[in-house]
């Protein structure tokens, strides 16, 4: 049997995760307590936080899990919530200072290289990144000239909660140059690479069936969380390290289960995963994140 729908949560999150958490159309149900366009899980994690009278949880939570609404069937790659694992509601606004630097295509903190010339990308305030909660985050940033995507690749240590600092060529897009410092909004949005492809790993240099360090790339949204099936049949977090690895000295030869949460509590697992001692090998999965 496949491992796609195993966890286990507490309260509510245990019956949420035991239904269908894919998004349902809500045009004309006002039940959309986050305002995204969508009812599902997420309406009754914000309904509960936001202190909603009973009955109107007990209404939504009803719809989501299918009791009042005929809901359609499970897609295969259906996926769970792992609700202590969500950062914020999707859409969240972030305001700060943007700057300008030369940095973070080749070196960066989040030791992303190559990183694609395709890409804007921007070195992000430490609180923010939180030990690399956020490397690899695609972000929508907007000063008073316009809005780009870039990709967080770097930190910016002396940043103060909601600094980005730009690449030198991308800053005239979003304000003029000589300010030099500018007030900047940001939103995590969805990867592009990430809409037609799975998740994908590379493996740190000097990993070995004795010590690995592994990277998950190509997520759709930031990820919280790596664990592995041990051989006890038990999933085990792997610890993160500041330039985005997580490492273990207890992984074994492989292949691997892993399950993988993002900032969202959404939780994908994916299965037969091969060790690589190639430190240049891009190996794809078989899963991706839900929108």
């Not at 985050?137 to 103060?160: C, F, H, Q, R, S």
Request: aromatic share 10%; with cysteine.
């Amino acid at each position: 049997m496949k491992l796609h729908k195993l966890i286990s949560l507490l309260g509510t999150a245990a019956v949420l995760a035991a239904a269908p958490l894919y998004a349902y159309s809500s045009d004309s149900i006002p039940m959309d307590e986050n305002s995204d366009g969508l009812v599902n899980c997420f309406d009754v994690i914000t309904a509960r936080k936001n202190g909603l009278a009973a009955d109107d949880l007990i209404r939504i939570q009803d719809f989501v899990l299918g009791k009042k609404v005929t809901l359609p069937s499970s897609p295969d790659n259906d996926y769970t919530i792992d609700e202590s694992c969500i950062l914020e509601p999707k859409g969240t606004v972030h305001t700060g200072d943007g700057t300008y630097y030369g940095g973070g295509y080749e070196g960066g903190c989040a030791m992303l290289d190559p990183v694609s010339r395709d890409y804007w990308i921007v070195a992000m305030n430490l609180a923010d990144y939180n030990n690399a909660q956020l490397a690899g985050a695609y972000l929508e940033v907007t000063g008073e000239l316009g809005t780009i995507n870039m990709l967080v690749t770097d930190l910016l240590p002396e940043g103060k909660k909601g600094d980005l600092d730009l690449y030198v060529d991308a800053f005239p897009l979003i304000a003029p140059v000589e300010k030099g410092r500018v007030p900047v909004s940001w939103k995590i949005i969805p990867l592009d690479t990430a809409e037609n492809a799975p998740v994908s790993y590379k493996y740190k240099e000097g990993t070995t069936e004795f010590w690995c360090g592994v990277q998950v790339r190509n997520h759709r949204y930031p990820i919280t969380k790596l664990e592995y099936l041990d051989k006890s049949g038990q999933f085990k977090e792997i610890e993160r390290r500041q330039y985005n690895y997580f490492e273990s000295m207890d992984m074994g030869t492989g292949p691997f289960t892993f399950r993988i949460t993002d900032i969202y509590g959404q939780v994908i697992i994916d299965e037969n995963i091969p060790l690589s001692y190639d430190d240049n090998e891009i190996i794809p999965g078989h899963v991706q994140f839900p929108k």
